[in-house]
């Protein structure tokens, strides 16, 4: 995982994936923000579901792939497809429809946060699930 930025220890990266109700990752104020995952072979997502704090949603969130690398920090980065959350507090699923820009197996992804339902642009994650194909 990278993250655009963590409010502080207590909110960070950690929290995103440990299946916890309790725990969260908020980031500080600005946009954009973004959440990077790297895979450790190629995957084909199919479905993501982001749980968000109600009042701090990010409501128009591009997706993106490596355009070359592997999805680490040095990859460049391409668009591949948007979604548009809700404000509210339940997780949300989104289905991804892969495309000749995935089908091929993707070594990363990166949820680009444009605007938030926060006035200050705050982004805060709950769960953060993506399922799909290991290639």
């Not at 355009?67 to 391409?78: A, F, I, Y």
């Amino acid at each position: 995982f990278r993250v655009s930025s963590s409010l502080d220890k207590s909110v960070g990266k950690q929290f995103l994936t440990d299946g916890s109700p309790e725990t969260c990752w908020t980031s500080t104020q600005g946009l954009p923000q973004f959440i990077q995952l790297t895979f450790r072979s190629p995957v084909i997502p199919k479905r993501a579901s982001i749980t968000f704090q109600g009042g701090f949603v990010g409501t128009r969130c591009r997706l993106e792939v490596p355009e070359s690398g592997d999805g680490t920090s040095k990859s460049t980065w391409k668009p591949w497809t948007e979604i548009f959350p809700e404000d509210v507090n339940r997780a949300q699923t989104f289905d991804l429809v892969p495309d000749d820009t995935v089908l091929r197996g993707v070594g990363g992804l990166r949820l680009v946060f444009e605007q938030s339902s926060d006035f200050f642009g705050r982004i805060t994650v709950y769960d953060l699930q993506l399922l799909g194909t290991v290639i």
